[in-house]
DNA sequence: TCTCAATTAATAATTATTTTCATACCTTAG
DNA sequence: CTAAGGTATGAAAATAATTATTAATTGAGA
């Protein structure tokens, strides 16, 4: 946890930025909740326990800010709202999601088995790839067997 | 051209709907611009070409339509809107998107190797995936060179 | 042709997000 | 200590994509 907060502390250091109380409180919310994937709202509401006079906008600009520091990672579920989660520096590149259709359950998978797929592409089309993401929509245990 | 839009007024009248003026060029649009990922702002320009009466929110209203009945898919590329594309029925899943954060280019990948990655997933998670979707960001062949 | 639910255009309303702006807070030079 | 210059903030206004409302129109089947 505190390994995290110092490496932000670092890049902001790096680009002239501060490690402001908001920042810290919006940061530690997303890591208390690892596995969840919040939205913007969601993370407004978490934080305002910490640091009740908190606005809105500046949990927008904080988590803009993160996704650039490359600490978090936004994730689209086209459910008309970002979404974050913290970015574990144990993985090459992230997870993945399946996204069941029948209760919109996220399960995260752990399997990441695109590396030979993005070597073929990487020759095939001459492209330099730096990430990728990946969604899988069906139904989950729970739907499928009901 | 003549197949798809019999396919959609097959599938309308099975929900007791109608294939409109608008919606017959609506489709028309997406599939003349097969290739392109069109937005709803962009469609709702060209189609005016043609039916110059219709609304933006009728717009709207027939690619979700479109979309439900699987005649075209949605594209998230991160802008802010939502983008479209026919769906080739001649493909199992659909093609892939490379997304250049150089110039922003979309190149469309015709490779699709998931299915042994979809098997393994099915049986570790008891999951059921109906589709997937995939995005690989990076440089292209002109923005790597220089 | 007649009937009626489906559809539409125009408009207003929502929703998520960004921008503006005046203020507050630091850090440092004088 | 105090002023200057920069960053950050909250509140509110602005934007942009999308959806809901409503009253009028349309088109397919009897
Ligand atoms: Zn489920
Ligand atoms: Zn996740
Ligand atoms: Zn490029
Ligand atoms: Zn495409």
Tied chains: 1, 2.
Excluded: W
């Excluded at 906008?57 to 709202?81: F, K, P």
């Excluded at 029948?102 to 990487?122: F, M, S």
């Amino acid at each position: 946890m505190l390994e995290t907060m110092d490496i932000l502390k670092e890049r902001l250091k790096e680009k002239g930025s501060k490690l402001t109380p908001q920042r810290r409180a919006t940061l530690n919310i997303i890591m208390e909740n690892k596995g969840e994937h919040l939205n913007t709202e969601e993370i407004y509401e978490l934080v305002r326990k910490d640091c009740p006079e908190i606005g809105l906008a500046t949990v927008y600009r904080t988590l803009q800010l993160l996704e650039e520091m490359d600490i978090i990672s936004r994730i689209n579920l086209d459910d008309g709202c970002s979404r974050y989660e913290i970015k574990t520096g144990d993985e090459d590149h992230q997870h993945h999601h399946l996204i069941c259709q029948g209760c919109n359950k996220i399960i995260e998978v752990k399997i990441d088995l695109l590396d030979d797929l993005e070597k073929e592409i990487e020759k095939e089309y001459d492209f330099d790839i730096k990430d990728h993401k990946l969604k899988f929509f069906g139904l989950c245990s729970d739907c499928k067997h009901k």
